[in-house]
C-alpha cells in the first residue's frame, strides 16, 4: 500500500514548545512519525543570564500562560536552593495554594478540549464553565486571572487577606459537585471507554525509559511525583494521594488528571484553612555565588530549573526544562499503529499545546489537500458518534 | 537504600574516574568525573540504582566547557549531577541517547546551543534552531555575537 506524508503544524504560539509533526499513513494507520519543535524558541536562557534574579522572575513567568506558576516557582526554589535556604511558612502555604489552582484550571482546558475533539462538547462547555470560578479565585488571590506574578526568590509578593478566605472556599466547593459529575460521566460512558481505551498505548518501561514525567507517566503506573518524591512547599503537610492507573492509554491519562483535579481541590482547601500566621518573605539580600536546582510538580510534569550565580546580581547560567520536552517524544511509541482518526487525541492526551492541531493538513502524494484541522476533528469526532449508534446510546 | 550508601558505592564503583565529590546539602550531590566514563555512570545510575534523568545543562564557562547531567533517584530523593569539563579544543563526549531515549532531544540541543558533538547519537539534527541559521555559530557560547549585521532583523527592517 502507497505511502502518505501527514504534515501537522507548524506552530501555535501558546506554549514555549510549537510542534510539526510528520506522520506517515498506510491507508488509515500510522506507520511514523517525525517531530520538529523550536518555531517559537526566544531565547529565555540567554536573556535570562542579561536580567538581575529578581527581573527573571517576571521573564519566566511568561514563558508560559498556562504554566505561569510552575516555572517562576521552579526558578526561585532554584535561586533559593544556591544558599540554600527556607522560605516562611506563610509563603509556602501561599505558592501552593497558587500552584494547585494552577493545576486545576490547567486540567480543566485540556479535558474540555479533549471533549470537544472526542465529540463530547457538553464535556467542553461543562469543564470551561467550572474553570472560570478558578479563574475568578486566582483573580481575588493575585489580582490576575493568568500570570499571577505572585513569585520571587524567598517568598511572595502578595499576602492572601482573611476576608478573602471565606469567599475563595466557596468558589472552591462549588466546582466539586461538576467535578464529580464529569468523573462519574468519563468512568461510566461506554462510548468514552470504546473510544480511548487501549488508544495510545504507553508502557511502564516505555515511560521510565522516555523518562516521561507527570500525568502521562502515572497513567503508565510509574509513580512519580515530584509533591511526593521531593516534598516543597506545604504538600507534606498534609495527606492527599498520588493518584496512578495501570494500562498508559489515552482512557486512565483522563481518568489521572480527573481525579488528580479533587485531589488539588482538597489541598488548597486544607491550605487556605490551615494558612499560619507570619512573615511571606525572608527578604533575600545578595545571591552568594553557586550552584541551584530548583523542580516542582507543574500541571504536565516536572519543570526544571538550574541556576548558577558568580556571585553577581545576574546569573551566569540558567536552564529551563519544561516537562512537555520530555513527554512530547513519547509518541514515536504511542502513536505508530494508531488510526488517523485517534491521532489527534493521542497527540493531545500528553496535553501539549492545542493551538497546533488547530493548524493540521493533510496532504496526499500530489501535494492536494484532503483533510484540514477542523477535519481531523470532525473525522475524530464522527468515530465517536458511529460507536455511539452502534451502542445504541445517544 | 540511603543516600549514604549510594554514594559509598558510586566512589567504590567508580574510584578512578571521579575527581571531586560535592555535597551541596542532603539532596543535592555534585559528583565531577572524567568524560571518558560518563556511559558507565550513566548505565549504572539509570539501570542499577534506578534513577531518572532529569536533564542535562551545558555551560561555556569561559575557559572550558562543562556539561552538567542531572539525575534523581527518587525513592530517596537525592538530586545527582554528574560534571564533566570539556576542553573547548575537543568538545566531544559519548551520547547516551542509546541508553535511554530521554538523552535524545537534550543532546541534540546541546549540539546546536555549544556545538558539542556526541558520537553515537542515532538522529543528530536541529531541534531548535531554525534550518537558515548559519552553521559553526553557537548561541549559548560566552562568545556570541547577537547583532549580526547580515541579519534582516537587526539591520532595523
Redesign the interface.
Known sequence: MGRTIVPIGPYHPLQEEPEFFTLTVEGERVVGVDARIGYNHRGIEKLSERKTFDQSTFVIERICGICSTSHPFAYTRAVEDVFPMEVPERAKYIRTIVAEGERVHSHLLWLGLAGHFLGYNTVFMWAWKIREEILDVMEILSGNRNNYAMFKPGGVRRDIKSDDIPVVLKKIDSIVPTLELLRKAVIDDPVLHARTKGVGILTKQEAIDFCALGPTSRASGVARDIRKDSPYGAYNRMQWKMIITENGDVFDKLVVRILEMLESVRIMKYCLNELPDGEIDANLKDIPPGEGIGHIEAPRGETFHYVKSDGTNRPVRHKVRAPTFMNLPTYKATIVGETISDATIILAAIDPCYCCTERVAVKNAKGKKIFDGEDLIKLSQRKTEKIRSKMGVK | MNGNDLLNGIRDKFKDDITNVFE??E??V?IDITAESIVRFANYLFRDAGA????A?G?DARDHMEI?Y?F?V?EI?L?I?LRVKLDKSKLEIQSLANL???A???EREMNEMLGITFHGHPDMR?????DDWPEGVY??RCDYKEWDPNAIRDRGV
Open positions: 551541596k546539602s539532596t543535592r555534585y531518572r534523568f532529569n536533564i545543562s555551560t552538567l542531572h534523581i527518587e530523593n538530586l549531577s535511554f531515549e530521554g535524545n532531544w537534550i536541529r531541534l531548535l534552531l531554525s548561541p549559548l
